[in-house]
């Protein structure tokens, strides 16, 4: 029922910087706390960074420093901008959303279909 689609990946040389962007569309719904993932290939899939509704950030100790994220509740958006981007942050990025219908009493976890960075040295 809600979308989640990111955008901003791609090729990037070390040291520099991407911004990624999730939007969440949809109807009769509200987004609780947002997050990004990441996979590497051969690697299982790891936080990189949260944040609240209220605007609490959590980040991997990994990215702490270089990457920052931010939502605009107005627009169902949440953002990770990525600075001084190292060979080893390349992985497929995903969206992840807390999402709680109108009506229902629970919320459910939804996923993006992931962008890809790609940090050359």
């Known amino acids: 029922q809600v979308q989640l689609v990111e955008s901003g990946g791609g090729l990037v040389q070390a040291g520099g910087s991407l911004r990624l962007s999730c939007a969440a569309s949809?109807?009769?719904?509200?987004?609780?706390?947002m997050g990004w993932y990441r996979q590497a290939p051969g690697k299982q899939r790891e936080l990189v960074a949260t944040?609240?509704?209220?605007?609490?950030?959590n980040y991997a100790d990994s990215v702490k420093g270089r990457f920052t994220i931010s939502r605009d509740n107005a627009k169902n958006t949440v953002y990770l901008q990525m600075n001084s981007l190292k060979p080893e942050d390349t992985a497929v990025y995903y969206c992840?959303?807390?999402?709680?219908?109108?009506?229902?009493?629970?919320?459910?976890?939804?996923w993006g279909q992931g962008t890809q960075v790609t940090v050359s040295s």
């Open positions: 944040i609240t509704s209220g605007g609490g950030t």
């Open positions: 949809g109807r009769r719904f509200s987004i609780n706390a």
């Open positions: 992840n959303a807390e999402i709680l219908y109108f009506g229902s009493m629970s919320s459910v976890s939804g």
